[in-house]
C-alpha cells in the first residue's frame, strides 16, 4: 500500500498570501496524483489531477506541480474561500486508492 | 450538470446490514467507474470500493472486503453499497463520487462527489 503523507498539518497564511501544501508518496506514483479541497459540512472537490491539471472550473490561483514521490499544491494570493482542509490522492498503484491525512488551512 | 445523491444511511446495530444508494444523472453513467469514499467523523478521507462502468470489475479496501459488496443497475443510473456485518469502525458519512474510466489515464481520480450519507454503527 502507498502511504501518503501531507505536511504540514495545519497552515496558517494571511489572505492574499501564498499557500504551499506538500505531499509525499512512499513509494512512486509517477504523476498519478489528485488534490481535493473540503469545506466544514461540505463534500470533497477535485482541485488538481494528473498532478498539475486543474479541474472544471477551478480558479487559476490553484496549481501543481510534482512527480515521483514529492507534490505541491500551491494557491497564490488566497482568498477567504480557500480556507479548508486539502487532501492529496493517489491513483498509481490500487487497489488500493489512498489518501492523505489532510492539511487544514486557516486563517492567519 | 452532474448530480448524485445518495440515499440508505442510517443507525443499525453492530452485526447488522445496510444498503446505500447512489443515483446519477447529468452524464452518461454506464461510461463511468463509480466509488465509494468515507469519511469518519473528524477524521480523513478513505476509499471504500470502485465499480467500473459495465460493473465486471470491483475494487474493495481491505477493511470491507468479504462484508461489503458494490454494484450497479446502469439501467437506473444508480450504483449501491451493500454493507454486511458491521462494526463500529464503519461509522461514517459515505460519498458517492463519479470515477474517471478504465480506459483514461487518470482512472482512480474522483472528479465529482454527492453530499453524503450518515452511517452509524452503535448498540
Known amino acids: 500500500e502507498i502511504v501518503m503523507t501531507q505536511s504540514p498539518a495545519t497552515l496558517s497564511v494571511s489572505p492574499g498570501e501564498r499557500a504551499t501544501l506538500s505531499c509525499r508518496a512512499s513509494q512512486t506514483v509517477n504523476s498519478n496524483l489528485a488534490w481535493y479541497q473540503q469545506k466544514p459540512g461540505q463534500a470533497p472537490r477535485l482541485l488538481i489531477y494528473g498532478a498539475s491539471t486543474r479541474a472544471t472550473g477551478i480558479p487559476g490561483r490553484f496549481s501543481g506541480s510534482g512527480s515521483g514521490t514529492e507534490f505541491t499544491l500551491t494557491i497564490a494570493s488566497l482568498q477567504s474561500e480557500d480556507f479548508a482542509v486539502y487532501y492529496c490522492?493517489?491513483?498509481?498503484?490500487?487497489?488500493?486508492?489512498?489518501f492523505g491525512q489532510g492539511t487544514r488551512l486557516e486563517i492567519k | 450538470e452532474v448530480q448524485l445523491l445518495e440515499s440508505g444511511g442510517n443507525l443499525v446495530q453492530p452485526g447488522g446490514s445496510l444498503r446505500l444508494s447512489c443515483a446519477a444523472s447529468?452524464?452518461?453513467?454506464?461510461?463511468?467507474?463509480m466509488s465509494w469514499v468515507r469519511q469518519a467523523p473528524g477524521k480523513g478521507l478513505e476509499w471504500v470500493s470502485t465499480i467500473s462502468g459495465t460493473g465486471i470489475s470491483t475494487y474493495y479496501a481491505d477493511s470491507v472486503k468479504g462484508r461489503f459488496t458494490i454494484s450497479r443497475d446502469n439501467s437506473k443510473s444508480t450504483f449501491y453499497l451493500q454493507m454486511n456485518s458491521l462494526r463500529a469502525k464503519d461509522t461514517a458519512v459515505y460519498y458517492c463520487?463519479?470515477?474517471?474510466?478504465?480506459?483514461?489515464?487518470?482512472?482512480?481520480?474522483?472528479?465529482?462527489w454527492g453530499q453524503g450519507t450518515l452511517v452509524t454503527v452503535s448498540s
Open positions: 463520487a463519479k470515477t474517471f474510466p478504465l480506459w483514461s489515464s487518470y482512472y482512480g481520480t474522483f472528479d465529482y
Open positions: 490522492q493517489q491513483y498509481s498503484n490500487w487497489p488500493p486508492i489512498t
Open positions: 447529468g452524464f452518461t453513467f454506464s461510461s463511468y467507474a
